[in-house]
């Protein structure tokens, strides 16, 4: 259990201003990433994320007074640049249903690094409010979109999203992404064994040739509501060799230090995929992520069962280089590495976890 941290004022911190230098965990892990979930609210029940029987009508979503304000985010975020942040994602829930999320955008994307540069700004959506707000929301300055699809047929799809929404809709909201210059365009599969895994190649053939880069994720253990289990997982080595058997592939390096996808290339040059193997072949030791919920608490891990809470400071008299100061102080104890401890079968799967609809992918 990692100790309570508090701010504390010294006189040295009276001014406000945030000294530059980049954070670093116990295993040396610089922040460079910060995952902001902007709502806990989705228009879909995806069925390893939002379990309809829990995420009924009485569930109790956050109310709006709860949420951090964009001011307060981007306050957070600006801080956190002086500490070494470089880029930042948008997720939730559905982070396209916050009112004005394009106001947001617009004052994330003034940010600046130490050394001038801005910061990436990308986002992940269901997709399905994305053909009428991809152009506002490149002209607000977000750079890159992922969009969450996990099957072609409808039938499919909406088993596993537990919505009415047809596939279609996505895929014009992925082609209109891609028409204003949010590309390329990322598309996440969650794989589950007997309930879309026959998508596979179907998905690999569809996005072969466009301009898309598909991407398999192996369904994992997060949150404590979608009754997780290994034989429901589809790793990825056994995707890797589904769509060679069609389709042959050859492995591409990474483009940076901390990617989370391996990259695959066609080799007839019809494009490429990307594989998130966080179950059988975990990326913990260049895990640069902070994650932020929607009412202002920092999870190191997606795994987290323990919040920081930073709407209290964010709210109190504490200034810039006082939050600073908390925010280096938790990194600096940082030494999660969940999925690396559960494949050597030393963490408790059943422990408190957040949900991913609370804090994002
Ligand atoms: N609603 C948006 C969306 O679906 O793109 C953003 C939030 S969603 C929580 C972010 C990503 O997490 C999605 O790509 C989703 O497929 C993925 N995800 C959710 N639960 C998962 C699970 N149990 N295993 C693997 N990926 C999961
Ligand atoms: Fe909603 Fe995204 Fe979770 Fe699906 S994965 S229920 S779209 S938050
Ligand atoms: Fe990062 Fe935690 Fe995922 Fe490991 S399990 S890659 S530490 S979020």
């Not at 053909?131 to 088993?159: P, Y």
């Not at 898309?212 to 790793?235: A, P, Q, S």
């Not at 990825?236 to 901390?258: C, D, K, Q, T």
């Not at 919920?293 to 795994?303: M, R």
Request: with cysteine.
């Amino acid at each position: 259990m990692s100790k309570p941290i508090r701010i504390v004022r010294h006189a040295s911190q009276q001014g406000s201003a945030v000294p530059a230098q980049v954070a670093h965990d116990q295993l040396q892990r610089p922040l460079r990433d910060l995952r902001i979930s902007i709502t806990d609210k989705c228009n879909f029940r995806c069925t390893y994320c939002m379990p309809r029987e829990v995420f009924g009508p009485d569930y109790p979503f956050l109310s709006h007074g709860e949420l951090l304000s964009f001011e307060e985010i981007t306050r957070v975020a600006a801080i956190c640049t002086q500490l070494g942040l470089r880029k930042i994602r948008l997720t939730g829930g559905e982070p396209l249903l916050r009112k004005d999320i394009e106001v947001l955008i617009e004052m994330l994307a003034a940010l600046r690094t130490p050394q001038g540069e801005p910061i990436e700004i990308a986002l992940t959506t269901n997709a399905t409010l994305l053909k009428q707000k991809a152009q506002s929301l490149k002209d607000a300055g977000l750079e890159r979109v992922t969009v969450s699809l996990d099957a072609l047929e409808d039938q499919r799809f909406q088993h596993m999203s537990d919505s009415k929404i047809g596939v279609a809709r996505v895929l014009a909201g992925i082609e209109k992404a891609h028409e204003v210059g949010l590309r390329p365009v990322k598309v996440n599969m969650v794989v589950r064994k007997g309930l879309n895994d026959d998508q596979i190649v179907p998905m690999a053939e569809y996005f072969r040739g466009r301009d898309h880069i598909l991407r398999f994720i192996e369904y994992m253990d997060v949150g404590n509501t979608n009754g997780w289990n290994m034989k429901e997982v589809v790793t990825g080595a056994e995707i890797l060799e589904r769509i060679a058997a069609h389709y042959p592939l050859e492995p591409v390096s990474s483009n940076y230090r901390g990617e989370v996808a391996s990259r695959y290339r066609y080799t007839d040059g019809q494009g490429e995929i990307g594989l998130i193997t966080s179950v059988s072949q975990p990326f913990c030791g260049d895990c640069t992520r902070l994650r932020l919920s929607p009412e202002g608490k920092f999870f190191l891990c997606l795994f987290g069962g323990q919040g920081y809470d930073v709407r209290t400071h964010l709210r109190s008299a504490a200034n810039d280089a006082e939050i600073a100061q908390f925010i280096r102080q938790m990194w600096g104890q940082r030494d999660v590495r969940y999925s690396e401890l559960r494949g050597q079968g030393i963490v408790d799967e059943q422990g408190p976890k957040v949900e991913m609809s609370y804090i994002g992918g």
